[in-house]
């Protein structure tokens, strides 16, 4: 099972990054949490072992994993040290400039890729 552990649901990705998550089994999404700004990193730390815990009794293949930066190294070092394959998506960035200085940036998904090791 692909696991999507983000803040965008798979139900709004596009038919390319659909293909490529499904390609791994069946996807299933689990919401990505709110991570207070004012939290301390003992508080992150105890979020990513609760989150870590929620992952490891859904028993995904992989999971993807992206969102707030220090929650998702808290995890993705958490998930690593369980043998889990985490991945993140990598996308093309297109900004569409107009005439009244306002911008529409979209997002193309490119591809996933596998986080380095943080363990080694």
Not at 39 to 64: D, F, G, R
Not at 68 to 81: H, S, V, W, Y
């Amino acid at each position: 099972m692909f696991l999507n552990l983000s803040n965008h649901p798979s139900n709004r990705w596009s038919g390319k990054q659909l293909s490529a998550a499904q390609s791994y089994g069946e996807l299933q999404d689990l919401p990505f949490p709110n991570i207070p700004p004012a939290a301390s990193s003992e508080e992150v730390e105890q979020m990513a072992e609760t989150y870590k815990n929620k992952v490891i009794e859904l028993a995904p293949k992989v999971v993807h994993l992206m969102g707030e930066m220090t929650f998702t190294a808290c995890l993705l070092r958490k998930l690593q040290a369980e043998g889990l394959h985490c991945i993140a998506s990598t996308t093309e960035r297109v900004v569409l400039e107009e005439e009244d200085g306002s911008k529409t940036i979209k997002f193309n998904f490119v591809q996933f890729r596998t986080y380095p090791n943080l363990l080694e």
